[in-house]
């Protein structure tokens, strides 16, 4: 069995291979695309950037690594070496300074064009989704937001998520009107999800100049209007990868053997 390594050996095996600076969000994908963690948790890049941020802090110059740009690092060993590739641009990180993952400007999280089948519905159904491919999976189910209902491709309806969550929400829409013209839907949600895959609660207020660029983003993200040239790039937010409810590919599996034992 492959040795579990720590947080602060995975990132120095990670940073030692790669020649330049690496924005922590990399580090975590190469942590995890390797394996040298079994267990990764549901944010492995907001736990890279607190190992790296807290092994700077606490640590100074004894610290293996290097703060060489905004989210970007390299082994201290190596800078000097390396002072072209970060154009001797090396910025100290400060003792109060926190890189999470940058997802508590308005909206925290999102989800793109995911699939109606994959979720097994009920009144409190399970909306799973993976910041990566192999960290854990987060339940969506008690986000609060925004969410739109796609035909194909095509926006068909665009709802908000208040005093009931997204995932009831979605659940209402199986049941009513819009239940049989909808296959995929996207979200936006408001609640930070922690490191440790719960949602937190929500920020008490939001200030103009955030609120308007990130509506922008939403708007951006979600209808991909052919003359804007660029994404929705002040949308500070994560977005995750939908992940199968294990409840309906255990059904799946149970139609297939109730069909064969009928075949039979």
């Known amino acids: 069995m492959a040795k579990e390594h720590t947080w602060i050996e995975s ?8 020649k330049g600076a690496m924005h922590y969000k990399d580090i975590a994908d190469e942590i995890v695309k390797r394996g040298l963690r079994q267990n990764v948790g549901a944010m492995p890049a907001a736990l890279v ?15 293996p690594f290097q703060k060489v740009g905004r989210g970007e690092y ?5 800078v000097g070496k390396h002072s072209a590739v970060v154009d001797d641009h090396i910025v100290d990180l400060e003792v ?14 999102f989800g793109m ?9 009920s009144s409190n159904p399970s909306v799973l989704g993976m910041q990566q491919i192999g960290a854990e999976p987060v339940n969506f189910q008690k986000q609060l937001g925004i969410y739109l209902l796609y035909d194909g491709r095509e926006v068909i309806y665009v709802g908000r998520s208040q005093e009931r969550p997204i995932g009831q ?25 922690m490191s440790n895959g719960q949602l937190g609660p ?3 207020g939001y200030a103009a100049d955030t609120i308007i660029p990130t509506l922008e983003g939403i708007l951006i993200e979600a209808l991909e209007p ?37 075949s039979a």
């Not at 950037?49 to 610290?63: C, E, H, P, R």
């Not at 255990?250 to 009928?262: E, P, S, V």
């Open 226 to 262: 052919r003359q804007n040239r660029k994404r929705g790039d002040d949308l500070a937010a994560v977005e995750f990868l939908q992940k199968e409810d294990p409840l309906v590919e255990r059904k799946k599996k149970q139609a297939i053997l109730k069909a064969a034992m009928d």
């Open 11 to 18: 990132i120095k095996i990670v940073l030692a291979s790669f």
């Open 49 to 63: 950037a607190t190992t790296l941020s807290t092994s700077i802090t606490k640590d100074g110059d004894a610290s």
């Open 96 to 109: 109060d300074e926190v890189e999470p993952e940058e997802q508590y400007a308005v909206v925290t999280s």
């Open 169 to 193: 929400r979605l659940y209402e829409h199986t049941l009513d009107r819009m239940s049989t013209r909808w296959d995929r839907f996207s979200w936006f949600g408001l609640l930070p999800v």
């Open 113 to 121: 064009y995911w699939r109606r089948d994959l979720v097994n519905w």
């Open 74 to 78: 390299m082994l201290r060993a190596t």
């Open 202 to 204: 929500l920020p008490e």
